[in-house]
């Protein structure tokens, strides 16, 4: 603990190689099930042997599935969070829709873990114009789907410069007060994404430098990675290239040079909690009802 330089958040997107966008639009598929599952343990179990925690934002249908998997991770002192419960794309669903996704989510992951969710991530970090206020009106207290990324064609990114945690009315200053933002982590200068596909593009090492830079300027690193990245990929026609770069024995070995660096890595909650000021997560009543 003394010799960590600060900490830092290495978040998962808790979704199998079948619950992508990649997979879903390709033209072919794989008879294998439970793409990413492998990943799922050995990244629980690589944080436990270093006494490290995370945040898992989970797509809540793996519950219909494998619920002793993400019970695991509530089980192993990680923070659940949501990722919608079938990991659609927020902006082709209708507002009810999208309503339901967040709402059926938390109270899924609930039900099966017996402890609040209030963080939320969308996939493939796609919000829309009410996307605050949905949050607020599910039960949620943070989100962290806005990438301070420079634009890239084919891409996200160009819409925020938001770089630390802050209340959401710094990205939509309608936003409701009690909502806050954790934005995922750039590179400093280069505004590229530190995690994701651009781990496996540019390495650990690209990673680790601008998680350094980050905390010089006192700002907490927030990473993410997929468990499906961590395991070998089924070959399908369609799924773009990109996808299978750098996957399987390569990702894990970079996932152990980052959490081998001098950071003390800890949930995404505790660090909202203690960067936004009078922030408090929302509170459940007697009667269920949710409260900010």
Do not use: K
Request: net charge negative; hydrophobic share 40%.
């Amino acid at each position: 603990m003394s010799d960590a330089v600060g900490r830092a958040v290495l978040s998962i997107d808790v979704e199998l190689f079948d619950q992508t966008p990649a997979y879903r639009s390709a033209a072919g598929t794989t008879d294998q099930r439970g793409v990413g599952l492998n990943g799922l343990e050995w990244f629980r179990e690589t944080l436990g042997e270093r006494g490290a925690s995370t945040t898992c934002f989970v797509v809540s249908s793996l519950l219909d599935r494998y619920p002793d998997h993400v019970e695991a991770l509530a089980d192993a002192g990680f923070e659940i969070a949501s990722h919608t419960h079938s990991h659609e794309l927020l902006s082709e669903l209708s507002a009810d829709r999208r309503r339901e996704e967040l709402r059926d989510s938390r109270e899924r992951l609930e039900s099966l873990t017996g402890e609040p969710v209030t963080g939320f991530r969308a996939p493939a970090f796609d919000i829309t114009d009410d996307h605050f206020d949905l949050l607020a009106e599910t039960g949620y207290g943070y989100d962290s789907s806005v990438v301070a990324s420079r634009a890239i064609p084919g891409w996200y990114g160009g819409e925020y410069d938001l770089e630390a945690p802050a209340p959401a009315t710094a990205v939509d200053p309608d936003a409701p007060a009690d909502v806050a933002e954790l934005p995922a982590s750039v590179m400093p200068g280069l505004r590229l994404p530190l995690t994701g596909t651009w781990l496996r593009f540019f390495g650990p090492r690209y990673t680790a430098l601008g998680m350094r830079l980050l905390a010089r300027r006192g700002i907490v690193p927030v990473l993410y990675v997929h468990p499906w990245e961590l395991v070998g990929l089924p070959n399908v026609e369609g799924v773009p290239a990109r996808v299978y770069y750098h996957t399987g024995e390569w990702m894990r070995e970079a996932l152990t040079y980052l959490l081998d660096q001098p950071f003390d890595f800890v949930t995404a909650r505790s660090v909202v909690a203690d960067a936004v000021p009078d922030w408090a997560p929302p509170t459940t009543s007697a009667d269920g009802h949710r409260e900010g």
